[in-house]
């Protein structure tokens, strides 16, 4: 019965019905007091709708329960894409990563493939060979996705006197600009949605691709197992997922020198590989380019924004906030004459926890403002409309962050260890007025 109303909860969590989820996870550990991965899915499930009341006695339960899950070699019940957002020790967030990897080592041994011939990992003149390095793309997210947006441009801009890209879609065409594009520019696209992982590791082989880029890591739609299958020289995790992948097949990690220091690169079992700049790569001066525009502009009235008022604004996903954050900024509004907080309905289900904590603080209802999730442009042209952006120190705005400050709207953040609490700064600093953005 227990696993009935686990089953249940997460029916309805993927359909958005948070607060039915949550009975439901709460029924079954009724039932069943000793089941790990309905506590760890009702924390997170907590999470997301800023349901705060017991988070302190179920962290220290989930982190006693992954402890004892790697201690036995388990796999652990937290997802490492739950994990980044989570206040865990660094070293924790690594072995969670690493146990996922090593099951998805065991998912490719269940193939039986023989190992794979390799191509040269640099580029052979000569014998027919143009030298061209090939490069090959594996990602779920070639469509209407924030990775797509981030990134739509740069497969077809590489230099192709010198580079072949492959791109290898794991999620079958969503008929959107953005997948359109992707499939138009890059020299290479390949649908394999319908193909086993082992026939896609055995293509990527006959392609004689030499570096093989990891666009998912933990994120919805991955296909890890093909690369633990290693059917490339050399493996690379790059945007998809920011925190190491634990695994020994993945080689590279490409990041900057900001958001994953070498200090601390002993969170992360890959080789780091620090670009110059901010890692993070986005399309917005091909794509964006209007948001500055005088005639495109929006009005606070639009979205009922008081004319009057210093509105500090935090459009991330409410799962990454956190009470300490929370309360951090109610101290803000009281301490700053005539000032509001504008958040989104994300999901909508955390407004009136977030408005009944803020009164709890003696903050005044007027000074919480909810609007709706908006369509990406109008998002990122309506954000303008802010004076300043707080940001989530657990889980930083990643894209977001990207979103606000191409729309010129400055943002405080405050970084800590792990690679998801970094981001944020790196992209402050590529804004070149960083400093100033970012507490120490």
Not at 231 to 251: D, E, K, N
Not at 287 to 308: A, F, I, M, T, W
Not at 403 to 420: H, Q, R, S, Y
Request: include cysteine; hydrophobic fraction near 40%; charged fraction near 20%.
């Amino acid at each position: 019965m227990a696993e009935a109303h686990a089953n249940l909860a997460l029916a309805y969590k993927d359909s958005g019905h948070m607060e039915a989820a949550i009975k439901s996870y709460k029924q079954a550990l009724m039932l069943r007091p000793d089941f790990p991965e309905v506590t760890c899915n009702l924390l997170h499930t907590l999470q997301c709708v800023c349901n705060w009341d017991d988070r302190k006695k179920l962290f220290i339960e989930v982190e006693g329960i992954l402890r004892r899950q790697i201690k036995m070699s388990a796999i652990p019940s937290v997802q490492p894409f739950h994990a980044i957002a989570y206040p865990l020790d660094p070293m924790l967030a690594l072995e969670i990563s690493r146990k996922y990897a090593a099951h998805c080592s065991v998912i490719a041994s269940r193939y039986s493939l023989p190992p794979f011939r390799h191509p040269s990992p640099l580029p052979i003149k000569g014998e027919g060979r143009n030298g061209r390095l090939r490069v090959g793309y594996v990602s779920s997210d070639f469509g209407n996705h924030p990775l797509s947006h981030l990134m739509g441009s740069v497969f077809g801009m590489h230099d192709r006197g010198n580079v072949e890209v492959f791109c290898y879609a794991l999620s079958p065409n969503d008929g959107t600009e953005w997948r359109l594009r992707i499939q138009s520019e890059a020299e290479h696209f390949l649908d394999v949605s319908p193909m086993s992982s082992d026939m896609i590791a055995r293509l990527i082989n006959e392609d004689q691709i030499q570096i093989l880029i990891n666009l998912n890591g933990y994120t919805k739609g991955a296909r890890n197992e093909i690369f633990a299958m290693q059917p490339a020289p050399i493996l690379v995790s790059y945007m998809g997922f920011p925190g190491t992948t634990g695994a020994t097949y993945i080689h590279y990690l490409v990041t900057d020198e900001f958001v994953s220091p070498m200090q601390y690169s002993l969170i992360y079992s890959e080789k780091l590989v620090h670009l110059p700049h901010c890692y993070f790569v986005n399309d917005y001066k091909q794509k964006n380019q209007d948001v500055l525009d005088p005639n495109c502009q929006h009005k606070r009235s639009d979205y009922g924004l008081p004319e009057d008022k210093f509105i500090f604004a935090c459009f991330n996903q409410l799962y990454k906030m956190d009470p300490e954050i929370f309360i951090t900024w109610c101290n803000i509004l009281k301490r700053v004459p005539n000032s509001a907080l504008w958040l989104l309905r994300f999901p909508a289900a955390g407004e009136m926890r977030l408005r009944a904590y803020a009164a709890a603080q003696g903050v005044q209802r007027d000074q919480i403002i909810f609007t709706d999730v908006a369509m990406k442009q109008e998002h990122i042209r309506r954000s303008a409309l802010a004076d300043l952006f707080l940001d989530t120190p657990l889980c930083n705005a990643h894209t977001t962050g990207t979103d606000i400050l191409w729309a010129g709207l400055p943002m405080v953040t405050l970084p800590l260890e792990k690679m998801a609490t970094r981001v944020a700064g790196s992209l402050c600093l590529a804004t070149g007025v960083g400093e100033e953005m970012i507490a120490i």
